[in-house]
C-alpha cells in the first residue's frame, strides 16, 4: 500500500495513458543551446528512467522574433527534427514520455525583432516590441502550427503551448498589454482569438493522437489582468479548440510578487488551480512549489487538480517518483527553491545545474562510478561541502569518517533553516542527516579532531568552514553587541532597535529573522497572501488585492547598514534580491550605505560619511549585529601542512569570499567523484 494513491494513480488520455500523475514541467537550462544533443538527451532520459510519467522541454522557439533570446533553441528546420529526435529516442527507450514546449515570447523575447499585440515595452526587457499587422499575426500562428508539426515528426509525445507567464499569447489576452481595435483586440472573444486559433491549427495538424497542453495563465499578478470568469472562458474554448490537458501558470514574469521563490508557502496556489476543477472536461494541471510527495499527494487529494508538475525538484532528484513508489521519500534530494544553481545561473547566461545536485544537466560530464579501490577517507566539517564529499565518497564505495565539533550535521545551513523564509533548508539538513546513515558514514559528531586523529587514513578532506569576520570597531566587546551566530544560533536576546553591520546574505538573513517573532508567513498562506497584496482572482481582477500589500507589524526597528555606496543587495541571487530588498522595505527597515564605523557605545552605533568622515550620527539602537562577512577557518588544514600530511581543503575553508551552499556542494561532490 502506497502513501501516495493520488499522485501514482495512472491517468488515461484516450489514446494514450500516464503513468501516474507527476509532470516535470518545462525549464529553461540552457542544455538545447549547447548543441550537445547527446548531453540534452541524457538529462531527461536520466528523468525518465527516474518514474517521471511526461517531461516537458524548456521553451523551444517556434521562430526568430518569438525566441526567448538570439541563438535560443528553436523547431524550424530538418536538423532541428534529427537533433530533436535524439532526445526522444533517448526517453522512449528510458520508459518515459515527453512533450516539447513551444515557446513564443512576444515582448518578453530579448532582441530587437520582438513582436507583441501593441508596442507596449516589457519592464523586464529593453526592447519594444513591434506591433504584429493582420500578416504578422498569421505568421506567428503558422510558425507555432508548423513547430508543433515538426515536433511530431522529431517523435515527441506532444507539445505545451506557451500561453501563461506574460509571453505571447498571454500577452493577447490581457488590455495591460493588448491595445488593438481589430478581430484580435477590444472584446475578451477577440482578445483570445489567438490562442484559441493556436489551438485549433495545431490540433488540425497533428491529428488526434498527439497530446496538446496549453499553459493558461490562472492568475496573473499584474494590473489589468485577467478576471476568473475570463480564465474559465478561455479554459472551455481551449478544451473546445482541442487541447488534451490545461496546465497552469501563475504569475507573469514582470509580477512583483514572489511565486516560486523558497520563501513562497508549499503549493501556495494550488487554490487557484482548483478553482477551475469540474468546469472543463480535461485534466488539469497544478504547480508552483509543489516539492514533496507528501505535498503532491495532498494537493491531488483534496482535489486541487488532476495532475501535479514539478519541474526544480526534478533537477534535484532525477529519480523523486521512483523513491516514492518504493516508500523512500525521506532519500529524495529536496529542491529548497532557493533559485541559485537554476534560474540565477539560467538567467545569468550560464547552464543550470542544481545546488543540491550538481549533476543536474551535468549528467554526462560529472559520473560517479564505483570506486576501483576501497579507501578510508576523513572528512572534517560536516557542513555541506564536507557532507556532499561524505556522501558521494560514500556512494562510491569508500569507507567515510565525517567529523564536527558540533553535535549535529548541517554546520551553516542550521543557521539559515532559522531564518523565516527559509525553512526549506531543514528538510536538506534532514535528508543529508538520512543519507549519512544509509550509506554507512561514521559520523563522529561532538569530536575536536587534531592532526593526531587524522593519521592511517588513506585521504583527508578538510570542509572546516569560517568563521565571522572581526570588523574591529571600537567598543564592539560591548554587552550590546553580537554577531549572527550569538542570533541565530545561540538565540541571544536582542532588543527592540537594532543596527546590523553588513548587508551581505547574512545581513539580510539575520535582518529578516529580527523582523518577525518566531511566526513565518512562509508557512501561513493567507498571512502570506496578505502581506504580498495577493487574493482570489473571483474578488479582483488579476488575483491583486485592491488594498495591496499589508504587511504584519515588524517585530523591531531595524537599520542595515554597509561601506559601500551601492544599492543594498547587490551581492544576491539575481532572482530572489528583489524579494529580500521587497520584504526589508514593507517592514520599514532603513538602508544606510557609505558608512565609516566610527565606535559603539552605550548610546549605539557611532557612524560617518565618505573619507572626510562627515555627517557624524549616531544609530541609537538597543542592539547592535555583526553581519561583517566570514573568513576561512583554516587551523586544522595549516597544523596538517606543517606536519607534512596531506589533505584537501574545500568549501569555506578552501575560499571564504562568495562562499554559498552551492559552491561548496559541487567542490565537495566533484572532489568525491574524483577520489
Ligand atoms: P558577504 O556577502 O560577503 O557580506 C559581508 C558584508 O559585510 C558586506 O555587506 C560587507 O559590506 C560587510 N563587510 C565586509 N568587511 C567588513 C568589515 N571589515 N567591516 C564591516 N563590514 C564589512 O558575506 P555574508 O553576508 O557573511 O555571507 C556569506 C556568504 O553566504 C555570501 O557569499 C552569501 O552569498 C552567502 N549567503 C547567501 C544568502 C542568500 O540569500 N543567497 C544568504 C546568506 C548567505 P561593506 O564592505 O560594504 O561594508
Ligand atoms: Fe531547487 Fe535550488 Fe536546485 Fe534550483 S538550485 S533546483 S531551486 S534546490
Not at 84 to 90: L, N, P
Not at 310 to 318: V, Y
Not at 358 to 381: D, F, N, Q, S, Y
Request: hydrophobic share 40%; aromatic share 6%; proline share 5%.
Amino acid at each position: 500500500m502506497t502513501a501516495y494513491p493520488n499522485m501514482l494513480a495512472p491517468l488515461d488520455l484516450g489514446f494514450t495513458t500516464l503513468k501516474n500523475r507527476v509532470l516535470m514541467g518545462s525549464m529553461h537550462t540552457g542544455l538545447e543551446e549547447t548543441g550537445d544533443w547527446n548531453r540534452v538527451a541524457e538529462f531527461y532520459a536520466d528523468r525518465a528512467r527516474g518514474g517521471v510519467a511526461l517531461m516537458v522541454t524548456g521553451g523551444i522557439g517556434p521562430n526568430l522574433e518569438g525566441s526567448v533570446l538570439p541563438g535560443a533553441a528553436m523547431m524550424t528546420t530538418d536538423k532541428d527534427v534529427a537533433n530533436h529526435s535524439i532526445v526522444t529516442d533517448r526517453v522512449h527507450q528510458s520508459g518515459g514520455k515527453i512533450a516539447m514546449q513551444i515557446l513564443h515570447a512576444g515582448r518578453y523575447a530579448y532582441g530587437p525583432k520582438c513582436v507583441a499585440p501593441s508596442p507596449v515595452k516589457s519592464p523586464i526587457s529593453p526592447f519594444p516590441p513591434s506591433e504584429l499587422d493582420e500578416e504578422g499575426i498569421e505568421k506567428q500562428i503558422s510558425d507555432i502550427v508548423n513547430a508543433a508539426r515538426l515536433a511530431q515528426q522529431a517523435g515527441y509525445d506532444g507539445v505545451e503551448i506557451m500561453g501563461s507567464e506574460g509571453y505571447f499569447l498571454n500577452q493577447f489576452l490581457v488590455t495591460h498589454t493588448n491595445k488593438r481595435e481589430d478581430r484580435w483586440g477590444g472584446s475578451y472573444e477577440n482578445r483570445m482569438r489567438l490562442p484559441i486559433e493556436v489551438v485549433r491549427r495545431t490540433r488540425e495538424a497533428v491529428g488526434t493522437d498527439f497530446i496538446i497542453i496549453y499553459r493558461l495563465s490562472m492568475i496573473d499578478l499584474v494590473p489589468n489582468g485577467s478576471t476568473h470568469e475570463e480564465v474559465v472562458q478561455l479554459a472551455k474554448e481551449v478544451e473546445k479548440a482541442g487541447a488534451t490537458i490545461i496546465n497552469t501558470g501563475i504569475g507573469w514574469h514582470e509580477a512583483r510578487i514572489p511565486t516560486i521563490a523558497t520563501s513562497v508557502p508549499r503549493a501556495a496556489f494550488a487554490w487557484v488551480t482548483k478553482k477551475l476543477m469540474g468546469k472543463v472536461g480535461i485534466p488539469v494541471i497544478t504547480s508552483n512549489r509543489i516539492n514533496t510527495p507528501g505535498v503532491a499527494e495532498e494537493v491531488l487529494a483534496t482535489g486541487c487538480a488532476d495532475m501535479v508538475s514539478l519541474a526544480r525538484p526534478m533537477l534535484a532528484d532525477a529519480d523523486f517518483v521512483n523513491k516514492a513508489m518504493a516508500g523512500e521519500a525521506a532519500r529524495i534530494a529536496p529542491c529548497i527553491a532557493c533559485n541559485q544553481a537554476c534560474l540565477d545561473h539560467t538567467f545569468g547566461g550560464k547552464l543550470t545545474s542544481c545546488l543540491v545536485n550538481p549533476r543536474a544537466c551535468h549528467e554526462t560530464e560529472l559520473v560517479i562510478e564505483a570506486a576501483k579501490t576501497r579507501k578510508t577517507i576523513a572528512i572534517v566539517g560536516a557542513g555541506p561541502a564536507g557532507l556532499s564529499t561524505a556522501m558521494t565518497a560514500a556512494q562510491r564505495g569508500h569507507d567515510v569518517t565525517l567529523f564536527d565539533r558540533a553535535g549535529e550535521v548541517g554546520g551553516q545551513l542550521n543557521m539559515a533553516k532559522q531564518v523565516p523564509g527559509k525553512e526549506e533548508f531543514r528538510g536538506l539538513v534532514d535528508w543529508y542527516r538520512t543519507m549519512m546513515a544509509d550509506l554507512g558514514v561514521k559520523t563522529e559528531l561532538g569530536r575536536e579532531v587534531g592532526a593526531d586523529d587524522l593519521t592511517g587514513f588513506d585521504e583527508v578532506v578538510i570542509a572546516t568552514g569560517v568563521t565571522p569576520r572581526d570588523p574591529q570597531i571600537p567598543g564592539q566587546d560591548q554587552k550590546n553587541v553580537l554577531n549572527y551566530i550569538d542570533v541565530l544560533r545561540h538565540k541571544a536576546e536582542v532588543g527592540k532597535s537594532v543596527a546590523v553591520i553588513g548587508a551581505g546574505g547574512i545581513g539580510f538573513d539575520v535582518s529578516e529573522y529580527l523582523l518577525e517573532d518566531g511566526h513565518s508567513a512562509t508557512t501561513d498562506l493567507p498571512l502570506w497572501m496578505k502581506e504580498w497584496g495577493v487574493t482570489d482572482p473571483a474578488r479582483h481582477r488579476s488575483g491583486l488585492a485592491p488594498e495591496g500589500p499589508q504587511p504584519a507589524t515588524p517585530a523591531r526597528k531595524v537599520t542595515l547598514l554597509q561601506r559601500k555606496k551601492q544599492a543594498h543587495g547587490k551581492s544576491l541571487g539575481k532572482t530572489t534580491g528583489w524579494i529580500h530588498r521587497a520584504t526589508l522595505k514593507m517592514k520599514d527597515v532603513t538602508f544606510v550605505g557609505g558608512v565609516n564605523y566610527e565606535r559603539i557605545d552605550d548610546d549605539g552605533l557611532h557612524i560617518s560619511f565618505g573619507e572626510e568622515r562627515a555627517d557624524p550620527t549616531v544609530i541609537a539602537a538597543d542592539t547592535i549585529v555583526l553581519c561583517a562577512g566570514q573568513v576561512s577557518d583554516r587551523s586544522l588544514a595549516d597544523e596538517l601542512m606543517a606536519r607534512g600530511i596531506s589533505a584537501h581543503v574545500i568549501g569555506g575553508a578552501d575560499v571564504a569570499a562568495e562562499l554559498d551552499a552551492k559552491r561548496a556542494i559541487n567542490q565537495g561532490t566533484r572532489l568525491a567523484a574524483s577520489l
